[in-house]
């Protein structure tokens, strides 16, 4: 299993970013997919998930109304489209997946929301 993150950045407060995972090595479309994020100091969080079957969202209240999470079962991969990003949405974001019981995790990428 593979998670490989991309789209990460410096933006600046109420700018927008669009995170990617690409995913491989596990049947893709079966999967619940996760995004999380870990800001310094703080513990990780479920920031967004995706259901494989119809394609149900999950959001934690923080992000609700700003974030959403899509899939793309063709290119096995991921989306966090992030819109009106405030300075707390500064961390990593994670991708993961709980795949016959184990979770994998890619490596993150930065997003940093700063004037």
């Known amino acids: 299993v593979q998670l490989v993150e991309s789209g990460g950045g410096l933006v600046q407060p109420g700018g927008s970013l669009r995170l990617s995972c690409a995913a491989s090595?596990?049947?893709?479309?079966?999967?619940?997919m996760n995004w999380y994020r870990q800001a310094p100091g703080k513990e990780r969080e479920l920031v967004a998930r995706i259901y494989s079957a119809g394609g149900s969202t999950d959001y934690a209240d923080s992000v609700k109304g700003r974030f959403t999470i899509s899939r793309d079962n063709g290119k096995n991969t991921v989306y966090l489209q992030m819109n009106s990003l405030k300075p707390e949405d500064t961390a990593m974001y994670y991708c993961?997946?709980?795949?016959?019981?184990?979770?994998?995790w890619g490596k993150g990428t930065l997003v940093t929301v700063s004037s």
């Open positions: 993961n997946t709980p795949y016959y019981g184990r979770n994998y």
């Open positions: 090595g596990f049947t893709f479309s079966w999967s619940v």
